[in-house]
């Protein structure tokens, strides 16, 4: 799939087959992710790929019972080490560029799981702490998305989006 129509055809994916995604696809998955930039090429970012039910379930419940979280076969944990960017950039680096350099490697996550055939929802509303202690994570490393991945049941419809005019400002 070209990269141009994979960032226009991706969707959130919701609901999940049961078939499994290979190691094979979740290393690919893995590669993508990290070629994602970062300020300073810092990469202040830490991945758990979760496959375990038990675990899978307790992301659900951290995630305000989201249940679909734990239907998915895998899910990756996007998680900010706000220290690996505040040596370099101090302050902003700790409370921006971190989480900024962890959205691209979501990003890139989500595109390239589309690209290959599966699908996955970029999930921000959960109790980070109550992820946290269902990873067992290191102080210091902080969870921001979870990315539920696996075969896509259905194709979402296509969402409508706001048309340029709206939300672009040129200056000449």
């Known amino acids: 799939m070209e990269a141009i129509e994979a960032l226009i055809t991706r969707r959130s994916v919701r609901a999940f087959t049961w078939q499994q995604v290979t190691e094979e696809q979740i290393d690919t998955l893995l590669k993508a992710a990290v070629a994602a930039p970062s300020a300073g090429n810092c990469q ?14 307790g992301l659900a419940r951290a995630a305000l019972d989201q249940m679909f979280v734990a239907e998915a076969p895998v899910v990756f944990v996007v998680c900010a080490v706000p220290e690996d960017s505040a040596w370099r950039y101090g302050r902003r680096g700790e409370s921006l560029y971190c989480l900024q350099d962890t959205g691209a490697l979501t990003e890139n996550l ?11 929802c970029w999930v921000g509303a ?26 896509p049941r259905d194709r979402s419809p296509k969402p409508s989006r706001r048309p340029l005019n709206e939300v672009v400002q040129r200056i000449l």
């Open 44 to 57: 202040p970012w830490r991945i758990v790929v979760v496959q375990g039910s038990e675990a899978r379930l």
């Open 126 to 151: 959960f109790d980070e702490a109550a992820a946290a202690r269902v990873l067992n994570l290191p102080s210091g490393t902080r969870p921001v998305a979870l990315v539920p991945i696996g075969y």
């Open 110 to 120: 989500l595109v390239a799981a589309h690209a290959i055939g599966l699908g996955g």
